[in-house]
C-alpha cells in the first residue's frame, strides 16, 4: 500500500468470462452466486456477491458486447456495496467500504492488466446556507439507510457529449468507443448510491449523441444558456 493508493493486476477476459455468469438479483433465487474479490486502498481484499445490473441500452449493449455493469455486496462486510464496469477497458468501480469510498480503475486503459485502488474523499462538511449554519450533514448520518423498498424504479438518461469531453485524454480519448466507456463508468457510479439506498437504477437511453468537436458542438461551457443548449443538441 501507498499514499496513493493500492496497485494490482485484472486478467480481464477472464474476469469477463467469471462476471457472464452473473445474474440479476431477482433471478439469483436458488443458484450459486458469483463472488470476487476487491481490494481497497490499502489492499486488504473484501469478498463481494456479484449481480448483473445494466445501465447500458439495448442500442449499446449490442455494439458494444464487452460492455457490462454490475451491483456488487459485501459477504465478509455486510455493509459493504457498490458497482463495477468492466470492458475492454479495463475493470472500474466504486466500492463504499464503512467511511471509505474506494474508486478502482486501470492504470492504462490501452492496456489494462496493472489496476489501481485509490481513496476518493467525499466526506466534507456541508454548509447549508438556507439557515446560515454549518451543518455536518454527512458525518452525522454516516452509516444510516435510507428504506427503498421492494421496487426497483427504473430511468433513462439520454446523454450527449461534448467535444471537450471526446477529446479529453481521461474520458474520450479521441475514440468512440472510449467515449461510450467513460460515460458509462459516470452512469454507473452515479448509480451506487441511487441504486442502493433508494432503488433507483438510472440507465443510458439509446445511442448517445457524441460531439467531436468542442468548436463545432452546441455547448459553450464557458458560459451562456445550459439548459437550451442542451435542449437543443
Known amino acids: 500500500a501507498q499514499n496513493n493508493g493500492f496497485t494490482f493486476d485484472v486478467k480481464v477476459s477472464d474476469l469477463q468470462i467469471q462476471l457472464n455468469e452473473a445474474k440479476e438479483k431477482y433471478e439469483h433465487e436458488g443458484e450459486s452466486p458469483v463472488i470476487i474479490s476487491l481490494p481497497n486502498h490499502l489492499g486488504k481484499y473484501f469478498k463481494f456477491e456479484v449481480f448483473k445490473s445494466s445501465v447500458l441500452s439495448k442500442e449499446m449493449e449490442l ?25 475492454r477497458f479495463g475493470l472500474q ?5 464503512g467511511n471509505f469510498n474506494v474508486i478502482l480503475e486501470p492504470v ?48 433513462e438518461i439520454a446523454l450527449v457529449i461534448t467535444g471537450e469531453f471526446y477529446q479529453s485524454a481521461n474520458f474520450g480519448n479521441n475514440d468512440t468507443a472510449q467515449a461510450n466507456a467513460a460515460a458509462t463508468n459516470i452512469i454507473n457510479s452515479i448509480n451506487v448510491y441511487w441504486n442502493h439506498e433508494m432503488s433507483i437504477l438510472m440507465t443510458i437511453y439509446q445511442n448517445l449523441i457524441i460531439n467531436t468537436n468542442p468548436a463545432s458542438d452546441p455547448f459553450f461551457l464557458s458560459g451562456g444558456n445550459i439548459l437550451s443548449e442542451t435542449t437543443s443538441a
Open 63 to 87: 455494439a458494444y458486447p464487452d460492455f457490462m455493469t454490475y451491483s456488487i455486496h459485501g459477504i465478509d462486510n455486510k455493509l459493504a456495496y457498490g458497482r463495477i464496469f468492466i470492458s
Open 93 to 97: 468501480g466504486n466500492l463504499v467500504l
Open 108 to 155: 492504462n486503459k490501452q492496456n489494462p492488466v496493472q489496476h489501481k485502488a485509490y481513496l476518493y474523499d467525499n466526506n466534507e462538511s456541508f454548509e447549508c446556507l438556507t439557515t446560515g449554519a454549518a451543518v455536518d450533514v454527512k458525518r452525522q448520518f454516516k452509516g444510516i439507510r435510507s428504506p427503498n423498498g421492494a421496487t426497483l424504479r427504473t430511468y
